[in-house]
């Protein structure tokens, strides 16, 4: 088969609808346009993003509050006091959490909070931990093992190039420029006076 054997297959393509030649023909008498109203007469059409005659959308968009977040992480939340019901010296992973029924789901990820009190060394293991939680196990001797990365916040470019522009900045670099030529001035005017002492 080569290109200009290619078709469409059929029954993929229609004869166009012929508007206005009659209702025998499919399209007559008000020609789709439905019975009367704005849209139904020749020449005129709303313009773009007409809604009725209420304000359009695009300009209620910046009096819009709150924002969702697509990257937020939604963690599951594990008191101190769910892990009490462990015996001394357990690894505690999502798995077991699950096992327990303190979990929901091992899909999504867990974050292990500091209420409560913990008394049984542990060997933790979870996506995330509060500080205070992470503290509080390590005091009883447990093992905080955690899965997940923290992402370390990069400076940014612009926010570099900014700094660099600020006026502040400026004017102090400006300042050391200048430092060493008002020094090299001093010690030229110094050594003047010194040659005019000894010719006289």
Not at 7 to 27: C, F, L, M
Not at 115 to 123: A, R, Y
Not at 127 to 134: N, V, Y
Not at 147 to 158: F, L, P
Request: glycine share 12%.
């Amino acid at each position: 088969m080569q290109a200009h054997q290619l078709k469409p297959p059929k029954g993929a393509t229609h004869a166009k609808k012929r508007i206005g030649r009659g209702n025998s023909a499919g399209g007559g008498t008000y020609s789709g346009r439905g019975l009367k109203g704005q849209k139904a007469r020749a020449g005129n059409k709303p313009r773009r993003f007409f809604e009725g005659g209420q304000t359009r959308l695009f300009k209620k968009l910046p009096f819009r509050r709150g924002f969702r977040n697509p990257f937020r992480v939604e963690y599951q939340p594990v008191n101190l006091n769910d892990l009490q019901r462990f015996e001394d010296g357990a690894e505690v992973t999502p798995g077991l959490l699950k096992e327990k029924g303190i979990l929901r789901s091992i899909r999504m990820p867990v974050k292990i909070l500091a209420s409560g009190e913990l008394t049984k060394k542990l060997t933790v293991t979870a996506h995330r931990f509060s500080l205070t939680a992470k503290e509080k196990i390590q005091a009883v001797g447990g093992t905080v093992v955690e899965t997940s990365e923290r992402k370390v916040k990069s400076e940014r470019k612009h926010k570099k190039d900014r700094v660099a522009k600020s006026p502040v900045v400026a004017k102090a670099k400006a300042s050391d420029e200048a430092a060493p030529e008002t020094a090299s001035r001093e010690g030229d005017s110094e050594t003047e006076d010194e040659g005019d002492g000894s010719g006289g």
